[in-house]
């Protein structure tokens, strides 16, 4: 029996469809677990690490200086990380 068009479509439909099967069985878990997380993950980033982010910032030292330039280009890739540094810092 020759396979038509019809049948090539009708088999690549039902493939299609159990890749998504198999795709949302391996993705199981409810939707309302992973609300309950990243709520809770939320929180914590609120409430305890309110400040970490500003901290971690404030870390990141940019100087306007013909001495800061110059130990820069001494190092490879140091034109990128003066222009990087200069661009966070702005």
Not at 65 to 86: C, D, I, K, N, Q
Request: include cysteine; hydrophobic fraction near 45%; aromatic fraction near 24%.
């Amino acid at each position: 029996m020759k396979a038509t068009k019809g049948d090539h479509k009708t088999t690549f439909r039902k493939q299609e469809q159990k890749w998504y099967m198999a795709f949302f069985n391996k993705l199981n878990t409810p939707v309302p677990f992973w609300l309950c997380f990243f709520l809770i993950l939320f929180y914590y980033l609120q409430k305890q690490l309110a400040f970490h982010f500003f901290y971690i910032e404030q870390e990141q030292l940019f100087l306007w200086s013909r001495v800061y330039f110059s130990s820069l280009m001494m190092e490879p890739a140091g034109l990128a990380r003066y222009l990087t540094e200069f661009c966070v810092h702005s």
